[in-house]
């Protein structure tokens, strides 16, 4: 599998993720999706089936071969999603009153408003409770009977299904869902790269996922999706544990409140960089392109400014998997990262209070990058069995770019949605990186006189050799 045959100068540096859906449902559409600047590719499993993800996996892939192009499939899990049961009409809402809820009770029959999620095993007196998107805020006064008795702290409407946040509750462990346990177990038989966790509230979340992930066969990584209050007061301890984390920007405002959300999002992408996770940025970054052809100049604003705090990827949502104009969102998307990057006037710099150990794998990244700057060089040309080196070089930004060339499918896929890196599969070879840089300089993607630095490890193919750095000037 390799990258296609254009100049790196062409190459935009924040990856893009798409998610599918009825609007991209087909092979035409995943493949144009890819064809125009999509990295990732995301399924959400808060809807379908696993009939219809094992054809979009198949598109996916398909695609991918054919356009030369490695792409990273990221298994989105539902999580705890709490939502109201069923019920007619609407139900009006006045500030003051008091509300009961009880898992799958009847509306008309008891006059309790039903919920999909037992909420009385979870919630607390004086714990707030809100509704329909926050529309709805409420404070409970009393658990009793599994009855959850609140109190409506402004005037609005509960419409059926819609659904709810919990952001002083806590879950005590228990984010992991049968349905997400299911969904799991099809996973694993499938070509999944990575699964993105949803509503996580602490690192033991996160190790509980990797347990299941590792019992269960195929190793795939975990995106943390930062969604809730507890998550974001435990940012540090999630970022070290999880491979990648998510600004899961909807929840996370309803959970908080919608000013702390950029601050939220730099906080995790700063420690992205710190710890070498990678970090997206998601939810409504287009959302005008749901149903028109262009942007709102907000939007580009938003992009751009996630390009300048380096984060990996961008990630469209409703925009690609609803939306009126997919392509086009995408189009858009990678205009914008392209002339960002481009023309950008600053480096970021990330206020920390304290930098993680000088590992031997960090220590060698440093002085790979201090040489390739030195010596102007084109490229780094990395050796990677895992990818861990590859991730390591980018956390730190160097402004040059980063190709991976590693002899599994996997490791290109994951390498997919890191800032600035295109992986190339060879098989494994004491001089693997330069014949990838000779094939590179063949097909007009590296120049004459090029010179590039060549990143490679004692023991080809195997995890953690990296050791040895050469400079070669291309013929």
């Known amino acids: 599998m390799e990258t296609s045959k254009i100049p790196l100068d062409n190459y935009k540096r924040t990856k893009i993720i798409a998610t599918l859906g009825p609007a991209t449902d087909t092979y035409d559409a995943v493949k144009k ?15 379908g089936n696993h009939v219809e993800r094992i054809e979009q996996i198949k598109n996916i892939r398909k695609a991918s071969k054919e356009l030369n192009k490695p792409v990273a499939i990221i298994q989105d899990l539902q999580g705890p999603k709490i939502r109201l049961g069923d019920f007619d009409d609407v139900i009006t809402v006045r500030s003051g009153e008091s509300f009961r809820f009880k898992y799958g009770s009847d509306w008309v029959q008891d006059g309790i408003i039903p919920t999909q999620y037992d909420l009385a095993k979870k919630i607390k007196r004086g714990e707030r409770l809100y509704l329909y998107d926050g529309k709805v805020r409420m404070q409970v006064t009393s658990v009793k009977d599994s009855v959850v008795t609140a109190r409506a702290e402004n005037d609005g409407i509960l419409v059926q299904r819609k659904g709810i946040n919990l952001p002083d ?3 005590g462990g228990d984010v992991i869902t049968a349905k997400d346990k299911a969904d799991l177990a099809f996973g694993s038989e499938q070509d999944i790269d990575y699964v993105a966790m949803s509503f996580i509230q602490s690192a033991k979340d996160v190790e509980v996922m990797r347990r299941i992930i590792k019992n269960l066969g195929p190793e795939r990584k975990i995106i943390a999706k930062i969604e809730t209050k ?4 435990n940012l540090d301890e999630i970022a070290q544990t999880a491979d990648a984390m998510m600004v ?9 409140v919608a000013e702390s959300v950029p601050i939220v999002q730099r906080q995790i992408i700063g420690l992205g960089l710190r710890y070498g996770k990678p970090t997206i940025v998601a939810t409504q970054m287009l959302a005008s392109m749901s149903d028109m052809p262009e942007p709102t100049r907000a939007e580009v604003s938003d992009i751009a400014t996630a390009v300048l705090l380096q984060v990996d990827c961008v990630m469209l949502s409703d925009e690609t998997a609803v939306g009126k104009y997919p ?17 950008s006037p600053l480096r970021t710099v990330f206020k920390t209070t304290a930098e993680p150990a000088e590992t031997k794998q960090r220590a060698i990244s440093h002085s790979i990058i201090d040489l390739a700057a030195n010596i102007h060089a084109a490229a780094i040309v990395a050796e990677t069995k895992s990818g861990a080196t590859a991730i390591q070089i980018a956390s730190e930004r160097p402004n040059i770019p980063i190709i991976a060339v590693t002899d599994t499918a996997r490791t290109a896929q994951q390498l997919a949605i890191v800032y600035d890196v295109k992986s190339f599969v060879r098989p494994v070879s004491k001089d693997a990186a330069q014949k990838l840089s000779t094939f590179l300089r063949s097909h007009n993607v590296l120049k004459k006189g090029d010179i590039v630095v060549l990143v490679s490890g004692q023991y080809p193919g195997v995890v953690g050799t990296t050791d040895t750095i050469k400079v070669r000037q291309l013929d």
Do not use: P, W
């Open 33 to 47: 999706l890819i064809a125009e600047g999509a990295n990732g590719i995301r399924l959400n499993f808060s809807h």
């Open 169 to 171: 509750t806590d879950f």
């Open 230 to 233: 507890l998550a974001v007061e």
């Open 248 to 256: 899961a920007r909807g929840d996370l405002a309803i959970e908080t």
């Open 327 to 343: 392509i086009e969102a995408v189009k858009v998307m990678k205009r914008v990262i392209v002339y960002t990057q481009t023309h």
